[in-house]
């Protein structure tokens, strides 16, 4: 513990002893917080290991059933097919708040033509059909996940920053403060001894003169 460089003097020791007081509050709602943040992260964590694990298996049906559709249609009815989509979708983004965290908050808004399907049906098989209709669900998902990765992401910073600076005032700042306070009340408890010493010799000469 390394000892503060001040001055031994009372109103020193009063200051010491406020911000003494302040660190150790301060030091126990920033563990609060940062307890709270770990357990929220932990069920972020949670929900994205799941959710990634359902869209690689969406992905993965997704391209099984597009390989099976380009094997029964001619290359050319293929990229006719899909060359005027019948949705749109526009990214909407917006903030959320975590734990005083300013996280993403992503949103698709899908655009629809009349039509579901953007061809006709006469040179398009029904697996063509189905891996269409599983585009639109696995971006949406996709979206999702990246958001959740994203707060995942900052959260862990956060949560790093926020565990050095519990540590700084757990392991540093309120040791040196209580070493310093304990310092100066032995200096000035000692200078009280030696002044009540020094007025008790003069009292006993004054004494002795009379």
Do not use: W
Not at 109 to 116: G, T
Not at 145 to 159: C, G, N, R, S, V
């Amino acid at each position: 513990m390394a000892r503060i460089n001040v001055n031994p003097t009372r109103m020193e020791l009063n200051k010491l002893k406020g911000r003494l007081k302040t660190a150790t509050r301060g030091h126990k709602l920033l563990k609060d917080k940062t307890d709270e943040m770990v357990r929220r992260f932990t069920v972020i964590i949670r929900e994205n290991k799941a959710l990634r694990d359902e869209v690689e298996k969406d992905v993965a049906n997704l391209l099984s059933q597009f390989s099976v559709a380009r094997s029964l249609m001619s290359k050319s009815d293929v990229a006719l097919a899909f060359s005027m989509p019948s949705v749109s979708v526009q990214l909407e983004c917006d903030k959320a708040n975590i734990m005083s965290v300013k996280v993403p908050s992503l949103q698709l808004v899908e655009n629809r033509s009349e039509s579901k399907f953007p061809y006709g049906f006469a040179s398009v098989t029904s697996e063509a059909d189905y891996s269409v209709e599983l585009v639109g669900k696995v971006l949406f998902k996709l979206v999702k996940l990246a958001e959740i990765e994203k707060i995942t992401a900052m959260l862990a910073d956060e949560i790093e920053k926020g565990k050095r600076r519990v540590n700084a005032l757990e392991h540093v700042m309120i040791p040196n403060l209580q070493e310093t306070i304990k310092y100066i009340s032995m200096k000035l408890e000692e200078n009280d001894r030696s002044s009540r010493t020094r007025l008790m010799k003069v009292k006993s000469m004054m004494e002795n003169k009379v």
